[in-house]
């Protein structure tokens, strides 16, 4: 179900030159042993998760779906990233569907949080409050408000029916309120981190509110397991050579990976892997810094720096082969617009001759090596297909800087610096 294609960057031989090294880390994935190894929960879940709360994140799913005009997520990096980036994905962004799901608690701007609470106020509303710590504080910020907002307007039984809270099964702040409130809990498992939870609840209720499939997005999840877990051979397993060429590509002096789609509906697929590959390998002064544009919008802007600037980056093309949909190119009696040479092609055709133009004039007058990965098609199944790839890659590409995949030690030194500003104990 993904194609992955080195050749306008590297020959397979560098890749293969790897396979020892793949072959010992395959086991630290495949046998949980690796650095970080009680975060490795993400690697068997399709066979694991607990189809109990599968069943009732479906059931809390639908009560949504006919009880509320806006469906809010409030959460922040893994614990919404990954739902946005399905649910864009797989609907589109005009997709015209029921609920609305507005996305808070990852910001303190002050100008998004009170126009969010403005916009709800006569709508109505549910709430999925995500946090793994439960002490998140843009979370907890907007968590306030809104519980705030819903027991106002439905009471404190009204309210108990339409805020389920995502959190650890057995502690935490969010996790005593939710119990003490009585609200629907959802459990993050202990041993999966928040950038790879979106195939947990945190990511599956408010993906099967967007209307979306979740067993479909499970079955990819399963499909991948089965073609990357068994396999470790270079020239077979596609995520694993993806995660190689990037260590070609760090050995040849870029320090940099642009994330590349042609669909403006997966730029928040490319937010997700930014902080998947950014949060997991960016430590111990090592890594590759993830960036992204989605073309054909961004070579009007960051398109001359690919083609002519700094060479310290190489593009990560992610295809899908079929858009979610296609219209053809009315021809017009007048031409006033000399646009008839289109006349009766699909618009999905031109956008492919884009991604061929550019990857020519990228590659071969400016020099920058394209890996390519090419998905059929933004289904549901795809996703989730596409989700176990980078997560396995990410692995892999950690593995072989000899970094832990599964903490983010960095991310505290702001915090503490705030918290002191903020005059927190
Ligand atoms: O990947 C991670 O672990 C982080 O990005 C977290 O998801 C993020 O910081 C939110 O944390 P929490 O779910 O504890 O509120």
Not at 187 to 194: A, L
Not at 277 to 300: M, N, R, V, W, Y
Not at 387 to 393: G, K, L, T, W
Request: include cysteine.
């Amino acid at each position: 179900m993904i194609k992955f294609d080195c050749t306008h960057a590297c020959s397979m031989d560098e890749i293969v030159a790897y396979q020892d090294r793949v072959n010992e880390v395959h086991k630290w994935i495949t046998e949980k042993t690796g650095k970080g190894n009680d975060f490795l929960g993400w690697v068997d879940w399709c066979k694991n998760y607990d189809k109990e709360e599968f069943e009732q994140i479906k059931k809390s799913a639908e009560f949504a779906r006919n009880n509320c005009d806006v469906f809010l997520v409030c959460g922040i990096g893994g614990s919404y990233l990954g739902a946005r980036a399905a649910i864009e994905m797989i609907n589109g962004l005009y997709a015209d569907k029921k609920p609305e799901i507005i996305f808070i608690g990852n910001t303190f701007s002050s100008t998004y949080i009170s126009q969010v609470m403005k916009y709800i106020e006569n709508k109505e509303v549910c709430v999925n409050v995500i946090s793994k710590s439960g002490t998140t504080t843009e979370t907890a910020i907007a968590f306030r408000l809104l519980k705030q907002f819903m027991e106002r307007k439905y009471g404190k039984d009204g309210a108990r029916e339409r805020i389920f809270a995502t959190t650890d099964k057995a502690k935490g702040t969010l996790h005593d309120l939710a119990k003490a409130e009585g609200y629907q809990m959802f459990v993050i498992p202990d041993d999966i981190g928040g950038r790879y939870s979106v195939i947990t609840a945190v990511g599956l209720l408010p993906i099967a509110v967007a209307g979306i499939n979740i067993d479909d997005v499970m079955n990819g999840v399963k499909k991948a397991f089965d073609d990357f877990n068994t396999e470790a051979d270079l020239t077979k397993n596609p995520a694993y050579a993806y995660a190689v060429a990037r260590r070609v590509m760090e050995e040849k002096g870029k320090v940099a990976e642009m994330f590349v789609s042609y669909d403006l509906n997966t730029t928040m697929l490319a937010e997700w892997w930014k902080q998947l590959f950014g949060e997991s390998e960016g430590k111990e002064e090592k890594g590759i810094l993830p960036c992204s544009a989605t073309f054909s919008t961004d070579l009007h802007s960051l398109g001359q720096f690919v083609q002519d600037g700094r060479k310290c980056l190489y593009e990560t093309l992610v295809l899908f082969e079929k858009p979610i949909e296609d219209m053809i190119f009315p021809e017009d009696a007048e031409n006033a617009d000399s646009m008839n040479y289109l006349a009766g092609k699909n618009l999905d055709w031109i956008n492919k001759m884009a991604m061929q133009g550019t990857l020519e004039a990228h590659e071969k007058t400016g020099g920058v090596p394209n890996l390519i990965i090419k998905a059929e098609d933004m289904s549901a199944e795809s996703f989730g297909y596409m989700c176990y790839f980078f997560f396995i890659a990410c692995a892999m590409s950690c593995y072989l800087l000899d970094i832990n995949p599964f903490n983010q030690p960095g991310v505290e030194v702001y915090k503490k610096n705030m918290f002191k500003l903020l005059g927190k104990n």
